[in-house]
C-alpha cells in the first residue's frame, strides 16, 4: 500500500494541484521545492515510496536529481516518475535510461497519472478481499 510521496517541484500551487489529484491514495505527501531539497528528505524519511518529480528547478534540477539518484541508488529503490512541461522525446528518453520509471507531460490528466502509479505501485489493496 502506498503511504508516502515525495513532490519535488518548485511551485506551490502545482504541490497543491498534487494534494487534490492524489488524495484518493490517502497517503502522506512530503514537499520539496528543488532536487537538493529532495535528496535531503530522503535522506531523513526512510519510509518514502514514490517520487513525482519536475524537471526545471533551481538549486538542483530534475536531471541532476535523477543522476544523484541513480549514483546513490534511490532511483533503483523508489519508483520515480518525471512530470515536466520539457516533453521532447529525447528528454523523456534521457530521463528513463537514468532511472525513471515513467514520463509525464504538464498539463496531464490526473488519470493518467493514477494509472501509471497504479502500474508502478499495483500492492494497493483490492476491493475489501484478503
Request: negative net charge.
Amino acid at each position: 500500500m502506498l503511504s508516502k510521496i515525495l513532490l519535488v517541484d518548485d511551485s506551490s500551487l502545482i504541490h497543491q494541484m498534487y494534494r487534490l489529484v492524489l488524495s484518493r491514495y490517502n497517503c502522506d505527501l512530503v514537499d520539496a521545492m528543488n532536487g537538493q531539497e529532495a535528496l535531503d528528505k530522503l535522506a531523513e524519511d526512510k519510509d518514502i515510496q514514490l517520487i513525482l518529480l519536475d524537471i526545471n528547478m533551481p538549486v538542483m534540477n530534475g536531471v541532476q536529481f535523477l543522476e544523484k539518484a541513480s549514483a546513490l541508488g534511490i532511483a533503483s529503490r523508489i519508483p520515480i516518475i518525471v512530470i515536466s512541461t520539457e516533453g521532447k522525446e529525447e528528454d523523456t528518453i534521457r530521463c528513463l535510461k537514468m532511472g525513471a520509471k515513467a514520463y509525464l507531460r504538464k498539463p496531464f490528466n490526473p488519470s493518467d497519472l493514477h494509472g501509471l502509479i497504479d502500474k508502478i505501485i499495483p500492492e494497493r489493496p483490492q476491493s475489501g478481499n484478503s
